[in-house]
């Protein structure tokens, strides 16, 4: 079968170098060639977390840790920002935990502002906020900055962040926010296979999962945490993973994250300079563009350029590149452009020239 390339918002490319540390012969996850190995990937790990705490290694996609994150940390009442598919999810993930929850409901395209959330936390009524960063279905990205403030007023409520098509692409200084868990997946910003989730928390959240009943074993922050400090995973992990994880840490602080954070910038920037020459406008209100993809407005809102999205896919796929044509109750009505990952200013242009080839048969 022919190579499709992904520049769909997860999962993405992957490296061949990453690959070839995937396939690594499996050694024991109870043995002291995997404690080192883990040894080693943590400190680049707490350094990409800005973190003084362990980071945990969770098989499971990212969804796993937030449910676990849920299980561990909600006692009273969460509150779930929601401005996209993701984060519309999460509300409904903690009703089938069990958990009372309520939607801080948010138009799609628009970010989460802190002040919306400090109005609701004010009632005193929650213990647990769930946001996610980069809403990867509207190119949304919300100021953690200014969320992450709200910490200092409520210092009680457990700040919980799904950074998964972000994480690692702009600083995300865990410690510094005061966030209590921070989590990503392995196959968005990563580019790594999908399978992985990486974690890391407050001393505060561990404190606070002590006290919740409920919070099952396979995803119990206590677990992660004590067998952390034995450079273990609380069960069979996904060895694999943890290989191309390493190599691609190594391609990462080869980089620099200053220089990678920068690529990050500079492609979403020609992505979208890319959709507004082609007569589109951009899905998220402006100022709020993430940096990791393109979310085109293509009749989802009055003023853009409207094409037949799905066409536009096929044509594109046929010349080995894949887009995405929008996702949830946008589909079709945007499409979606990634720039995670490995991505270059040479590999976003070869992407521009094969859509705009496809435009122009439309
Ligand atoms: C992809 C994605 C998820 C879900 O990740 P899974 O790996 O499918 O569990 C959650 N949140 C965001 C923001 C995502 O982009």
């Given at each position: 079968m022919a190579h499709v390339k992904l520049f769909i918002p997860g999962p993405i490319e992957v490296s061949e170098k990453t690959l070839q540390a995937f396939r690594s012969p499996m050694i024991g996850h109870r043995g002291q060639g995997f404690k080192d190995l883990y040894a080693r990937l943590?400190?680049?790990l707490q350094a990409l977390f800005y973190t003084q705490q362990l980071v945990y290694l969770s098989t499971s996609s990212a969804w796993g840790v937030m449910e676990g994150a849920i299980r561990n940390l909600v006692a009273k009442k969460a509150l779930c920002c929601m401005n996209g598919a993701f984060s519309d999810k999460w509300l409904d993930v903690a009703q089938r935990c069990?958990?009372?929850?309520?939607?801080?409901?948010?138009?799609?395209?628009?970010?989460?502002r802190a002040e919306a959330i400090d109005a609701k936390l004010a009632t005193g009524q929650f213990d647990a906020l769930t946001l996610i960063h980069n809403e990867t279905s509207t190119g949304v990205m919300s100021s953690l900055v200014e969320i992450a403030a709200l910490k200092k007023k409520y210092p009680d409520v457990m700040f919980i962040v799904d950074s998964v098509s972000s994480f690692s692409a702009l600083k995300l200084p865990l410690d510094e926010l005061g966030?209590?868990?921070?989590?990503?997946?392995?196959?968005?910003?990563?580019?790594?296979?999908?399978?992985?989730?990486?974690?890391?928390?407050s001393p505060a959240a561990l404190a606070k999962a002590a006290t919740v009943p409920g919070r099952g074993y396979y995803f119990d922050f206590l677990e992660f945490q004590k067998n952390a400090e034995g450079n273990m995973t609380p069960s069979t992990p996904s060895i694999g993973h943890i290989f191309a994880l390493e190599s691609k840490l190594e391609d990462i602080f080869n980089e620099g994250l200053e220089a990678r954070y920068a690529r990050h910038r500079k492609l979403a920037q020609m992505t979208r300079d890319w959709a507004l020459g082609?007569?589109?406008?951009?899905?998220?209100?402006?100022?709020?563009?993430?940096?990791?993809?393109?979310?085109?407005?293509n009749g989802a809102k009055p003023g853009s350029r409207v094409i037949d999205a799905e066409k536009l896919v096929s044509l594109v796929k046929k010349q080995g590149f894949l887009i995405n044509g929008g996702y949830g109750k946008i589909k079709g009505t945007t499409f979606r452009v990634s720039n995670?990952?490995?991505?270059?200013?040479?590999?976003?242009?070869?992407?521009?020239?094969?859509?705009d080839a496809a435009l122009k048969q439309l």
């Open positions: 943590q400190p680049k069990g958990k009372a929850a309520e939607g801080l409901k948010v138009e799609w395209g628009q970010p989460i966030l209590d868990v921070l989590l990503t997946g392995s196959q968005k910003a990563l580019a790594m296979p999908p399978g992985l989730a990486l974690f890391a928390c082609q007569g589109f406008t951009l899905f998220p209100e402006k100022g709020s563009e993430s940096v990791t993809l393109a979310c085109v407005n995670m990952g490995d991505e270059t200013e040479a590999t976003m242009k070869e992407l521009f020239a094969v859509m």
